[in-house]
Every structure is written in structure tokens, then in C-alpha cells.
């Protein structure tokens, strides 16, 4: 079994929406999702913390974006909304151990994934 499928990902004109899911092998007590953009580096987007429901959201997504669960599962979702060009990149999702380990992209459990593309057009 792939540890890490994401999927959903798309070309979407500025302001439009997307949803992506993660599929993971296994469930862990933190679960977040992160972006590439060509030419930078991997950057924290989302966490959800799955025991207590708490979620953390990077700066420039909060109030776009949404992450959540499928309860019980190891599926993870993030809606995105009133998408920019600057949202433009290839998201991956990953397990930790707390959101704080998610947001500091330390600790993760499992190797990256391929990723699903994310474009934006303006």
C-alpha cells in the first residue's frame, strides 16, 4: 500500500475552488498538508489535530482554506477557496505528532508523496 495518495488537485481560474483528498496508510494523531511551488520551498498550509479536532492554518491561507477528516478514517480533505495564482503549487499531505510538529515540518512520519498539482490561472 502507497503510505501517501493525494489527489483532487487541478487548473482552476482565480477565485474558483478546489478539494483535495489525502489518502494515508495510517492515521496519526496530527495530519496536515503542505505546498511546493516551483522554485521555493515546502511550505506548511494546514493541520488538524485528529484526537481534539484542533486545527492550524498557515498565514496566507487562513480564511480560504479548510482543512478536515474523515472521522475515523485516515483521510484527510482541504477545501480551498477564492484561490490566488499565488496558491499555485503541488500539495502533499504528511502524518506528525502534534500540529506543531506539522507546522515546523518536523517529526513526519511518512516519506512525501507524489503530490497533486495545483495551477491557478489569473
Known amino acids: 500500500q502507497v503510505p501517501l495518495v493525494e489527489s483532487g488537485g487541478g487548473l482552476v481560474q482565480a477565485g474558483g475552488s478546489l478539494r483535495l483528498s489525502c489518502t494515508a496508510s495510517f492515521s496519526a494523531t496530527a495530519m496536515g498538508w503542505f505546498r511546493q511551488a516551483p522554485g521555493k520551498g515546502r511550505e506548511f498550509v494546514a493541520a488538524?489535530?485528529?484526537?481534539?479536532?484542533?486545527?492550524l492554518y498557515g498565514d496566507s491561507v487562513k480564511g480560504r482554506f479548510t482543512i478536515s477528516r474523515e472521522t475515523g478514517e485516515s483521510t484527510l480533505y482541504l477545501q480551498m477557496n477564492n484561490l490566488t495564482p499565488e496558491d499555485t503549487a503541488v500539495y502533499y499531505c504528511?502524518?506528525?505528532?502534534?500540529?506543531?510538529?506539522?507546522?515546523?515540518?518536523?517529526?513526519?512520519?511518512?516519506?512525501w508523496g507524489q503530490g497533486t498539482q495545483v495551477t491557478v490561472s489569473s
Open positions: 488538524i489535530d485528529t484526537n481534539e479536532g484542533t486545527k
Open positions: 504528511n502524518l506528525g505528532p502534534s500540529l506543531q510538529r506539522i507546522a515546523a515540518r518536523s517529526g513526519l512520519y511518512l516519506s
